[in-house]
């Protein structure tokens, strides 16, 4: 068996067909993992796992899920165990939706989605695909939390609470799963653009961002992935129940001038 086939593994990416998640499937893809596309949109699971068959044939398969929805998550889940034979030991959740709105006017609907998606989404895809990695001795999670998880933001009540409690649920399932090889970690991305952004952003959105992020400019997916495919990694082992920043600086960053200041 080659150094390639040892390392080869099986990785699931949850919102696939879109923006961070297709960056990080196109990564795991190139390091030559087998990557199951996993969305509610199938069209475009399927537009993402076509262009990385084409690539190398058998490395990716189109699947859809509702992440908020158990039965849903468990027949995904199955599906790769059938064409692959195991279950996923790599499991990226990046499904997730923003619903914006502001605190006294937010629905309970909308808040309650939000958290139905983000945050239960991520449980139930990891406690899924966790039952199979502790079996194997071996795992990876990458959880999308958010600069949200950690600022507030004007519109972000329910966007930020679920993002919030990603960070929590992260450091939970790092706790229990640590004993079985399995590490489980968060990234929290700055703004960058993609089909959940573009819709709610302005101009003078992005403008307000780049001049608040030391970096003076908005992230894109593939720094994004960049850090999800590390925290995959086998060189990545001995972090767990970490949230990390990919923000261009924007978390570690505080008062932005120097009016007023005497030396
Ligand atoms: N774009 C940003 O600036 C940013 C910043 C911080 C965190 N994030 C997080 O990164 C993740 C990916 O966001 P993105 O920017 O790539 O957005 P995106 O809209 O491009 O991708 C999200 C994907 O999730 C899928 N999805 C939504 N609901 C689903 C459900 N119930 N079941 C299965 N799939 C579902 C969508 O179909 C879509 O393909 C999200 O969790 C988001 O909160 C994004």
Not at 46 to 73: C, E, F, G, T, Y
Not at 238 to 261: C, F, H, K, Q
């Amino acid at each position: 068996m080659t150094q390639q086939q040892q390392n080869t593994k099986v990785a699931a990416v949850t919102g696939g067909g879109s923006g961070i998640g297709a960056a990080v499937a196109m990564r795991l893809a190139q390091s030559g993992h087998r990557v199951a596309v996993l969305d509610i949109q199938i069209d475009n699971a399927k537009a993402v796992a076509d262009q990385l068959n084409a690539q190398r044939p058998d490395s990716a398969m189109a699947v859809s899920i509702d992440v908020s929805d158990p039965q849903s998550v468990d027949a995904a889940f199955s599906a790769i165990e059938k064409q692959w034979g195991q279950g996923a030991d790599l499991l990226v959740n990046s499904a997730g939706i923003m619903p914006v709105a502001s605190v006294l006017e937010c629905s309970y609907d909308m808040f309650r989605k939000a958290m139905d998606v983000n945050v239960g989404g991520t449980f139930l895809c990891s406690q899924r695909a966790a039952r199979g990695m502790a079996e194997r001795r071996f795992g990876r999670i990458v959880n999308l939390a958010s600069i949200s998880s950690e600022r507030a933001g004007v519109g972000r009540v329910a966007y930020g609470t679920s993002k919030t409690a990603i960070a929590g649920l992260t450091r939970q399932f790092a706790m229990e799963l640590g004993a079985y090889g399995i590490t489980v970690n968060a990234v929290a991305p700055g703004p960058v653009l993609t089909a959940m952004t573009e819709k709610n952003y302005t101009p003078e959105t992005k403008a307000a961002f780049e001049s608040m992020i030391p970096a003076k400019r908005m992230g894109n997916t593939d720094e994004i992935a960049d850090a999800i495919c590390y925290l995959c990694s086998d060189g990545a082992a001995y972090i767990n129940g970490v949230l990390l920043p990919v923000d261009g600086g924007y978390l570690a960053a505080g008062v932005g001038t120097t009016a007023g200041i005497k030396a």
